[in-house]
């Protein structure tokens, strides 16, 4: 039907370049989406040095400006890197009603994150605790410092800051980072700040790259960084499953937080 319909931005990881067939089909259950790209991509930089938030401001402003998205807030959806910066979107820019993390880290990890006058350093690593599979693929799970100071780590996205509902999906067999572990952490700092519980479903079995329905499981794949196959987890029954629920997940969490169709029965694309 005509508008205007719920907005959502929606972010991939440290691959770069523009994926648009995840906001296709949020756009096919009446969300205005808008895939971003921030880097690798026509005129943005070829490689990402540092994340500065007021870009993806602008893409706020663009899309609650936009004739087509109902207002007054917008959603956030990202995997991985991409989570991570939804995630500090979340926290310091205004006008964000609801945000979905996929296998995000919590933390500036790869690079440092800007907003005006702020700073989030990224997380140091020690690359000697990668491990190297069976297969010759590399397991770079255990390589950062992300347990010094726990939820009070320098390098932590301030979560409590954000205004609205924040969802963590997380894979439990995640090799590219501890993503429970890191979950468990983001729902320790928000009860320290006296905000509620994060709201987190965990799914044995299930690795990094969790997709749509019916998409293939990528166990492994060249890292953008790296440049070498690392391991990403997953066993390919579980995982298949838990993506199936996640998207009914995350439907059913925009629904309700952004307005849209409420009958999500099943997990169809």
Not at 7 to 24: H, K, N, P, Q, V
Not at 86 to 97: D, E, G, R, T
Not at 109 to 132: A, E, F, H, W
Not at 190 to 198: R, S
């Amino acid at each position: 039907g005509p508008g205007p319909f719920p907005g959502i931005i929606d972010i991939f990881g440290i691959g770069g370049g523009l994926l648009e067939y995840r906001a296709s089909l949020l756009a096919g259950h009446g969300f205005a989406t808008l895939a971003l790209a921030y880097y690798n991509f026509e005129d943005l930089p070829e490689e990402l040095d540092s994340i500065d938030l007021t870009y993806f401001e602008e893409a706020v402003c663009y899309m609650l400006q936009h004739s087509q998205v109902k207002g007054p807030g917008i959603g956030l959806l990202g995997i991985s890197l991409g989570a991570d910066i939804c995630l500090s979107m979340a926290s310091f820019l205004k006008n964000i009603s609801a945000t979905v993390s996929i296998n995000g880290s919590g933390f500036s990890g790869n690079k440092p994150i800007y907003y005006k006058q702020t700073c989030i350093p990224s997380l140091s690593y020690d690359l000697r605790r990668i491990k190297v599979t069976f297969s010759g693929v590399l397991d770079i799970v255990d390589i950062r410092n992300d347990t010094v100071g726990g939820y009070e780590n320098p390098s932590m996205i301030p979560i409590e800051k954000a205004q609205g509902p924040i969802l963590f999906i997380v894979g439990q067999d995640d090799h590219n980072w501890r993503s429970e572990l890191y979950a468990q952490i983001a729902s320790e700092r928000l009860q320290a700040h006296g905000k509620e519980k994060l709201k987190i479903i965990s799914y044995p079995g299930t690795g990094h790259y969790i997709e749509p329905p019916y998409f293939p499981l990528c166990p492994a794949s060249v890292h953008k960084l790296l440049n070498k196959p690392v391991l990403w987890g997953g066993e390919p029954r579980a995982h298949s499953k838990a993506q199936e629920d996640a998207w009914k997940q995350i439907l059913t969490f925009f629904c309700r937080h952004l307005g849209g169709p409420q009958n999500i029965a099943s997990p169809k694309l």
